[in-house]
């Protein structure tokens, strides 16, 4: 099991920034994937980001490209979120989610934080 807790949500002006927090505790993971997605309202979840925690790889989805990055923190077992440049069309609820990296599904998921930008 993989426990997730994010953190570092709140309201934000359209050009911002805003660096979320995701802990994770419960497994060692050098053999796991640690993805961002984000879920607005009448929308489907959507990937945001990721990155492999042993290699240090990242993945990006086109919306985000440029303006968000990815990173983890080994001895704090943490993974970040920078955002910068903030458009109101990021506002979402944004989820932490764990794999291992032989598998496909995120199994393991947080609570959410939310995130909103007044334009």
């Known amino acids: 099991q993989v426990q997730l807790v994010e953190s570092g949500g709140g309201l934000v002006q359209a050009g911002g920034s805003l660096r979320l927090s995701c802990a994770a505790s419960g497994r060692t993971l050098s053999s796991y994937a640690i993805g961002w997605f984000r879920q607005a309202p009448g929308k489907e979840r959507e990937f945001v980001a990721a990155i492999l925690w042993s290699a240090g790889i990242t993945n990006y989805a086109e919306s985000v490209k440029g303006r968000f990055t990815i990173s983890r923190d080994n001895a704090k077992n943490t993974v970040y979120l920078q955002m910068a440049r903030l458009k109101p069309e990021d506002t979402a609820v944004y989820y932490c989610?764990?794999?291992?990296?032989?598998?496909?599904?995120?199994?393991?998921w947080g609570q959410g934080t939310q995130v909103t930008v007044s334009s």
């Open positions: 989610a764990a794999r291992r990296i032989i598998e496909v599904a995120w199994d393991y």
